[in-house]
């Protein structure tokens, strides 16, 4: 069981910690001089933390690789209002000696009920060839199972193990809501399209030891993969009508609403214009929850600040905006945890 999560950063500052963690990035770069030095993403579950290693690289260098779990001493300081490590000494670990629940972020939520709302919401669709469609993927096991435990994405928002499912449940709940609303939206075609929108991230991403992206995950995206997944299930629901079939296919393709954001197709009609708003919603009402950079810019940790609570100098220099990105951006170092201000912050709280 590790003693050291980076959560505990802020007590151990300006101090030689050794802890365990896994490593999620490993590139070799020039010094000055030439000579190499290791630069690493190091993560457990509590977040990820920049580490360079200066001295003695020649041996360390071929001694582990990108998704390996480490042991690390090192110096733990600030650069950049930003917590990193300086390791001193390194040594590869065997899975033996881990506790994998130490290394990957887990949503504290009870993903049997989360499960269960989700079953309850296809059980009231009126669309019959829709509730089958549904719950045919639901009955698939292979599905099932990587659906309750896939992230919603390997950093920007839901970033955690049961993400996905935690996502698309609380997307149900604002599609429900903002239905009664507006009477013409297709209730059962907009939820199916919440189901179907990230259900490639099961294959997109690989979430065993850290988060990455699979080989075809790579190659194809999420999009291309829900497209195969939706063509391979709607041939086991007889009669499934086409044009029900295209209106599906174009709120998969949509959903991220601009060209820009990697949507081949704008939304075009009201349902998947609705997702793609929703969707938008629910994954900054996520990063505003966990203080992330994703949404390039200073937050307001309102809470503290009615108590009285004031923006910190360091805080003031973070919110400069310097090393936010933009939510379109692809995820970088950037997107590292921190540990800054609690009340105002550019960075995610780990």
């Known amino acids: 069981m590790k003693d050291f999560f980076l959560s505990d950063c802020p007590r151990f500052e300006n101090k030689v910690v050794t802890s365990s963690f896994v490593v999620t990035t490993k590139q070799v770069k020039p010094k000055k001089t030439g000579e190499p030095y290791l ?3 190091l993560a457990d579950r509590c977040g990820q933390i920049e580490a360079k290693m200066w001295d003695n690289v020649d041996d360390a260098i071929d001694a582990f690789d990108q ?5 690390i001493k090192g110096l733990l300081n600030k650069y950049k209002n930003r917590f990193q490590i300086t390791i001193h000494k390194v040594r590869r670990l065997a899975d033996s000696e881990v506790d994998f629940a130490d290394y990957l972020p887990k949503t504290t939520k009870d993903v049997d009920e989360l499960w269960r709302t989700l079953t309850e919401f296809v059980q009231s669709f009126h669309d ?3 509730r089958t469609l549904l719950q045919t993927f639901m009955a698939d096991s292979e599905i099932a199972a990587a659906y309750r435990n896939a992230p919603a994405a390997k950093t920007l928002h839901h970033a955690y193990i049961g993400g996905l499912l935690d996502h698309v449940v609380s997307l149900f709940r604002s599609c ?3 239905c009664r609303n507006y009477p013409q939206i297709n209730r059962d075609l907009l939820l199916t399209g919440a189901f179907l929108h990230d259900i490639g991230k099961i294959h997109e991403l690989s979430y065993t030891r850290s988060f990455s992206y699979t080989s075809r995950g790579q190659l194809l995206g ?3 993969i829900e497209l195969e997944m939706l063509q391979g299930k709607i041939v086991q629901v007889p009669g499934f009508p086409d044009e029900l079939k295209i209106l599906l296919e174009h709120l998969i393709i949509s959903h991220h609403g ?3 954001f990697g949507s081949p197709k704008l939304p075009m009609f009201p349902e998947a214009l609705m997702l793609h708003y929703l969707d938008d919603l629910d994954s900054k009402m996520e990063s505003m929850r966990a203080h992330f950079p994703s949404l390039g810019r200073t937050l307001l940790n309102t809470a503290k600040f009615l108590k009285g609570e004031e923006m910190t100098a360091a805080a003031a220099a973070a919110g400069s905006g310097e090393e936010s990105t933009s939510a379109a951006s692809t995820p970088s170092t950037a997107e590292t945890a921190t540990v800054a ?3 105002l912050t550019t960075g995610n709280t780990v």
């Not at 998704?67 to 042991?71: E, I, N, P, R, T």
């Open 222 to 224: 999420h999009m291309i």
């Open 67 to 71: 998704d390996d779990f480490l042991k």
């Open 128 to 130: 019959p060839h829709l």
């Open 176 to 178: 429900d809501l903002v």
């Open 39 to 41: 630069a690493l993403v």
């Open 258 to 260: 601009h060209y820009e």
């Open 341 to 343: 201000d609690p009340v």
